[in-house]
């Protein structure tokens, strides 16, 4: 035998170090010239040589140093004089990837970027020191690359003479004993599995059927919706300046989708978190790329288009479409009157229902919390105040995203979860702080008939608007994050697009790893909203519904919509503008009450005093839509200081004939002329409005006071 084959399986994470790093990464590992991962020959020699003399001193060899020299040789020898010949280990199949690469670079040079490789294969984490508080030392904290665990790597070592039986078995018990590498594997980096094979190394695998293996077009997909109802306050933290304050994301991403499905299937098959990943059907299901987890949006809504825009200084006018106005609309305009076309955009979430703009927030609560580190103490402590906020979505709200991916793989899922047509509802806990208060979910799951694609068929040359309905992540040539028009044309990789225009954003994001719990490196990605006027030179074109990188945790959904569509949309009936009232909301019935009463006394109070709200916000909403419109029909010259007073006066009036009098004896007055001409007032008395829950002081009373401050709220913004 003159060689012998091994084969290193990295189990977690594995730092290699090249002994340098950068103004980023305090310690890289070692990489080829192309950015793929390498074991170097001399640390495995090493490591192996290390293993070998644990393995002698266990079996009491009689002659361990003779052994040693035999296989390793002298330390220090000028001459190699073990039987031994270490090369350098590669990624399985090496030499067939490499004829490969070499192929597609003499094409084109810039078919394949060491930078975009290396970011595959390697993960950025953190470390740092914690003194006997728990505090990070100061100067301490520590960032490294490492190669991501899941890969092999083989190779060669030759034989200068033949190996007995004896120093076989020694040799192979080595092997096994290797079980971790690499710089700081007594502080859980390095686990890896070593085997020996005395086999020729056979290297002829065929990278085009890896791929095949791992991306197989041909398998059918299926795709579900996910609904994911709030059933008390959630968390889904990011931190965005206090430091004693969490602030919670408004979208469900989903990579958090992924990690809370994948922490249920780990539990429901009994694996361990450790090893999960090792399993051939969580890998498929969570790690392959072969499913795809959407962000789940707050439902029926969506992240307005950036180029939505209205004007700052004339709140009356509908909204227009930014990358259609014309420039010389306001160019045309003296210089003292061009403040008025001065445009922003509505921004936030929302949607475009009855040619109106609906601008919708999610709803979220701050809730302060207080912790006591010393329990003898029985409070909070100066020397430890444990003051902190969460900001948490309130209960009741639902989000909406999408399943979707190979069949077989999302049917193995939902069979796990006991997942059917007659029970599609799982529990489950989400975000931040789930053991107490926080974090109560329900997910439903229903399946989408209509066929699934991952391309959006465009019929016709035309404008188009590319919108990103979540945030898109670009790599350049050379493999970094970076986020230009550039970068979008090569994702977008057709010869036949012209990008015309664009309204975007730019920001950084990062992602939480919890096997290591820590966050990822910020990466530059474009955020959901941003939009990209392109132009199609082709018909019957197939573009893609997701760009980008990590699509398969939420990123890089798009959207095409004709650039027609929009402006007709927001033009359609004499324009439309921003309304931010919402519908009325329907009360109980009284018979229903009545049932509910002769059924169950206390859910009848409940039921009551949900009625009771409800009516005080329909009385709310009604008075609020009389007074944009008086003050949009200009008949309102109602001054601040009359305002101001009317509010004075019915929050302190008990009486219906307390306000008749007050309005009596203003009648000939200034102020009294005033709201009669603003036809508000009739014979003494406030006018009566079509509104049905009003008939009594206390409501009438509400609906006034609600009518005057929302009179006062849009002079303000006069």
């Known amino acids: 035998m003159n060689y012998i084959t091994l084969t290193i399986e990295t189990k ?60 390793f040789g002298v330390s220090g020898s000028r001459m190699p004089s073990g039987k031994l010949r270490f090369n350098n280990l590669n990624i399985i199949g090496w030499e067939n990837i490499s004829e490969k690469i070499n192929e597609a670079i003499n094409i084109n ?157 780990i539990k429901s098959k009994g694996y361990s978190f450790n090893n999960a990943h090792e399993k051939d059907d969580f890998k498929n299901i969570f790690l392959s790329g072969k499913v795809i987890f959407s962000n789940c949006q707050p439902e029926s809504i969506h992240k307005l288009p950036l180029n939505i825009h209205e004007y700052k200084a004339r709140k009356n006018e509908p909204p227009i479409d930014i990358l259609q106005k014309t420039k010389s609309h306001a160019s ?77 793989l999302i049917d193995q899922m939902l069979a796990e979860f006991k997942i059917s047509e007659h029970n599609s509802i799982i529990s489950d806990n989400l975000g931040r702080s789930k053991s107490a208060q926080y974090g109560n979910i329900t997910l439903s799951f229903d399946e989408i008939k209509l066929p699934v694609s ?43 697009l012209t990008i015309i225009n664009a309204t975007a954003r730019i920001a950084s994001i990062e992602q939480y790893n919890s ?25 019957n074109i197939d573009m893609p519904n997701n760009l980008g990188e990590w699509t398969e945790n939420g990123f890089g959904q798009i959207e095409w919509l004709k650039v027609d569509y929009v402006s007709q949309a927001l033009q359609s009936n004499g324009g439309t503008k921003k309304d931010q009232n919402i519908e009325k909301s329907t009360l109980i019935t009284k018979e229903y009450l009545q049932i509910i009463q002769n059924y169950n006394s206390e859910l009848y109070n409940i039921a009551l005093k949900h009625n009771n709200k409800l009516a005080e916000l329909n009385i709310k909403i009604e008075a609020q839509k009389e007074a944009n419109k008086c003050f949009d029909n200009n008949s309102s010259n109602i001054s ?52 049905a829950e009003i008939g009594n002081f206390e409501s009438d009373k509400l609906y006034w006071i609600t009518f005057f401050k929302s009179l006062r709220l849009r002079m303000k913004f006069l």
Request: charged share 20%.
């Open 332 to 408: 045309n305009q003296d210089q003292d009157s061009k403040s008025n076309f001065i445009t922003k955009p509505i921004d936030g979430y929302g949607s475009l229902k009855n040619n109106l703009v609906y601008k919708i927030s999610v709803a979220t609560t701050f809730n302060f919390h207080t912790s006591r580190l010393e329990r003898a103490a029985g409070k909070s402590t100066e020397d430890n105040p444990g003051i902190f906020y969460y900001e948490s979505i309130d209960e009741g709200q639902i989000f909406i995203g999408k399943i979707s991916g190979d069949k077989v």
């Open 454 to 496: 991952e391309y959006a068929k465009l019929d016709k040359k035309s404008h188009y608007y590319m919108i990103l309905k979540s945030d898109l992540v670009l790599l350049n040539k050379n493999g970094h994050f970076e986020s230009n028009i550039e970068t979008l044309k090569c994702a977008l990789n057709n010869t036949q």
């Open 515 to 539: 096997a290591w719990q820590s966050k990822s490196g910020k990466v530059q990605c474009y955020i959901a909203g941003s939009v990209f006027e392109i132009l199609i030179n082709l018909t």
């Open 640 to 691: 601040g200081n009359l305002i101001g007073r009317m509010i004075g006066f019915l929050e302190f009036a008990k009486t219906d004939s307390e306000i008749e009098s007050f309005l009596k004896e203003i009648k000939d007055k200034p102020a009294g002329q005033t709201l009669l001409k603003s036809h508000l007032i009739k014979n003494n008395i406030f006018i009566k409005y079509n509104f």
């Open 12 to 71: 977690s994470y594995l730092l290699a170090s090249s002994g340098e790093g950068s103004a980023l990464i305090d310690s890289e590992i070692i990489l080829n010239k192309y950015g793929f991962p390498i074991l170097p020959a001399r640390r495995i020699k090493g490591l192996l040589k290390e293993s070998i003399q644990e393995v002698l001193e266990i079996t009491n060899h009689t002659d361990p140093n003779s052994v040693i020299i035999d296989l």
């Open 109 to 265: 040079k810039f078919a394949f970027s060491s930078q975009q490789i290396k970011q595959y294969y390697t993960t950025e984490i953190q470390q740092t020191a914690l003194d006997e508080k728990g505090i990070a030392k100061n100067h301490s904290l520590r960032t490294y690359r490492v190669l991501n665990p899941g890969y092999t790597f083989q190779g060669i070592i030759n034989l200068s003479n033949s190996l007995d039986n004896s120093t076989l078995e020694i040799l192979t018990l080595g092997a096994l004993n290797l079980r971790f590498a690499g710089t700081r594997r007594n502080r859980g980096f390095g686990r890896i599995k070593c085997i020996l094979q005395y086999i020729p190394l056979e290297v002829n695998s065929n990278i085009d059927n890896v791929i095949s293996t791992l991306q197989d077009s041909s398998s059918e997909k299926k795709c579900l919706a996910v609904s994911i109802t709030t059933r008390g306050p959630v968390i889904l933290s990011q931190q965005k300046g206090d430091q004693n304050t969490v602030s919670t994301d408004t979208t469900i991403g989903g990579n958090r989708v992924r990690g809370l499905l994948a922490t249920r299937y």
